[in-house]
């Protein structure tokens, strides 16, 4: 029986000594994962990192398991991806690139640990800060860019790409490519109608992705059968949602059609129109927090905004164009942001509920006033809510739908293994309160912690 008894203490003692122990970089204990796709909470788990990547989610019992380099106690704190903000810029110029490069930490103290650049003038600077912070040596989120815009003859903005003939476009997507942006970002300055078509198909032959201002004179339904990917702002969604459509483009109105467009929508035609978009998985970007600011933009001090301190000089000063556009709208009584700002409330839900892949972005940047970056994504967020969305599908437009953009969903997403650590750690549930998304305890940027 003694001998049975020490061979038994034997036994345990080699299976201990055998009991694979993994290494990983660091250890979250005790942590609430919140599934945002899912609208789901599994509580009282450890979440393990090695380099950027998460390797395991599991019980909070399964800690021995695992030797940490650094192990963080997160009890009664929530863990999530890292906020997405889908529409944001960088421009200004070569005199404004240091100020540019201040967003950078402001994202991250918002938990934004990804961007998407929507186009600027400052695209080497751009270039190499994501190269800086994919290497981590300079802290920042990840930056996916469309570089400069593809535009008309007369572009609306600085830094550019000319599209005047078919003949300009092919060039102008080899040097996107020879640069490595990530998507065509075209805009409306005076891109024609014809070339902005061309642009799609060329940029669709050539596997590019497609996003931007489509001229008023154009059709979206036209735009979305020859492969455009994404909407940014909604003047095209609406246009499409008017059955005058056709014979205000007709009249030449421009973005002059507007007011007639917001007294004809057509929930009908809308419901088609949405679920095109979702059949097509074709991105919208509504930026509904911008064009809030933009409505109160010359009724409200902003003097003591919290954030204006750390808007350096060169940027505050290109806030000037939009606010006198704000005095003189509101001298001549033009109400129009208000009203599409009412009108707009009652599409954020059959939107979403048609499928439709709507992503939460900031348009924050130079030349869009009082726009703060970190603080515009949040306030997206929170009008996402007000205008119907859950708290859940308010963040789902961030981080799932974000990366559906890019296809990027095996990457990014969810708290789950195999995904980049690129983590929010929250005091308190955003599923339960939008607000919560500030309640901030700390984030992880490839793994690592954001000082």
Known sequence: MKKLSILLLFTIFISCQNKHVEEVDLLLLHVNVIDVALGTITEDQLVAIKGDTITAVMSADNADAYAAKETIDATDQFVMPGLWDN???????????????????????????????????????????????????MAGPTIFTSGPKLDGSKPAWAGSIKIDSVDDIGPALDSLQSIGTDYVKLYDGNLTKAMFYEIIKAAESRGIKTTGHMPMSGDINTAIDLGLDGSEHLYYILKAC??????????????????????????????????????????????????????????????????????????????????????????????????????????????YDAGVNIVAGSDCGASNSYVYPGESLIGELQQMVGMGLTPQEALTTSVVNGPKFFELEKKYGGVEKGKVADLLVLNANPLMDIDNVLEKAFVLKGGKLVE
């Open 87 to 137: 529409h944001v810029h960088f421009r200004g110029g070569d005199s404004l690139i240091s100020e540019n490069e201040v967003f950078l930490k402001m994202f991250l103290d918002f938990g934004i640990t990804t961007v998407r650049d929507a186009g600027g003038d400052i695209t080497p600077a751009v270039m190499e800060w994501r190269k800086q912070i994919a290497a981590g040596t």
């Open 242 to 351: 008017s059955p005058l459509a056709d014979s205000l483009t007709e009249l030449g109105l421009g973005y002059g059609m507007m007011n007639t467009i917001l007294d004809t929508y057509d929930p009908e035609l809308a419901e088609t129109l949405f679920k095109k978009l979702a059949d097509n998985k074709v991105t919208v970007t509504p930026t509904l927090y911008i064009m809030k600011v933009l409505a109160e933009l010359a009724d409200t001090d902003h003097s003591s905004d919290s954030l204006l301190s750390k808007i350096g000089d060169g940027i505050i000063a290109t806030y000037q164009r939009r606010i006198e556009g704000a005095r003189k709208a509101k001298a001549s009584g033009n109400t129009s942001r208000y009203e599409m700002r009412e009108l707009v409330k009652t599409i954020m839900r059959p939107m």
